[in-house]
């Protein structure tokens, strides 16, 4: 079947402009999650979300970061007036349910000049 | 807090070649523990896992153990090919649902 889609798959922008990452979870999954992939901090987790429950946040490196699940699938990671230290390739990863395998999208790469 | 401490890189192998990726982990539960790989120009892909002690996952000729009492999940595979060139990373999830990854190393198979 489909696996996690995301897109674009690569976006160049300035300093200052504001971004967004849209992620498409594999079908049924209730389980999203948004990681960065980054030179000086590795992979990191950023915000996971579970059905209709409150997201865990607790991973967004500043409140530029925000991002919302509509319907319970899409998922759009909005990055406000980026700066260069942004730039990284954004991961987004589905699973069934919380604590099971998680499966990861192919990934954003965004480059803030 | 949790964390993941695996071999750096880069590692450079001949085919046939026997391959070691070392990892240690540090947390506060019962983790399962994971090792994905990322092909050049792809996206990372579950490799194999294991959920608790002395669990062995197994992959595409890939072996982990899970060591519970030196804290480790050690990759092994017996005769690497050209297509195993990727950067694999170690990862747990502990109690709760997020996955800490290690940095990640860099292998490269040649033929």
Redesign the interface.
């Known amino acids: 079947g489909a696996g996690v889609s995301q897109s674009p798959s690569n976006k160049v922008t300035e300093k200052g402009k504001d971004v967004e990452l849209r992620c498409d979870p594999i079908s049924g999954h209730t389980a999203l999650y948004w990681y960065r992939q980054s030179l000086g901090q590795g992979l990191e987790f950023l915000i996971y979300f579970q059905g209709n429950s409150a997201p865990d946040k607790s991973g967004l490196p500043s409140d530029r970061f925000s991002a919302e699940r509509t319907g319970g699938s899409v998922s759009t990671l909005t990055i406000q007036r980026t700066q260069q230290e942004d730039s990284a390739v954004y991961l987004c990863a589905s699973s069934p349910l919380a604590g099971e395998t998680q499966y990861f999208g192919p990934g954003t790469r965004l480059l803030v000049l | 807090g949790d964390s993941v401490t695996q071999m750096e890189g880069p590692v450079t192998l001949s085919e046939e070649a026997f391959l070691t990726i070392n990892c240690t982990y540090t947390a506060t539960g019962y983790p399962s523990l994971?090792w994905?790989v990322q092909y050049p120009g792809?996206?990372?892909?579950?490799l194999l896992?294991a959920t608790k002690a002395d669990d062995k996952g197994s992959n595409k000729g890939f072996e982990a153990t899970y060591r519970k009492e030196t804290t480790s999940f050690h990759l092994e595979k017996g005769s690497v090919q050209v297509s195993d060139s990727a950067v694999y990373?170690c990862?747990l999830?502990d109690n709760?649902?997020?996955?800490?990854?290690?940095?990640?190393t860099t292998v490269t198979v040649r033929a």
Do not use: I, T, V
């Open positions: 994971f994905y792809e996206g990372l892909q579950l896992k990373f990862a999830r709760d649902y997020k996955l800490s990854f290690g940095a990640g």
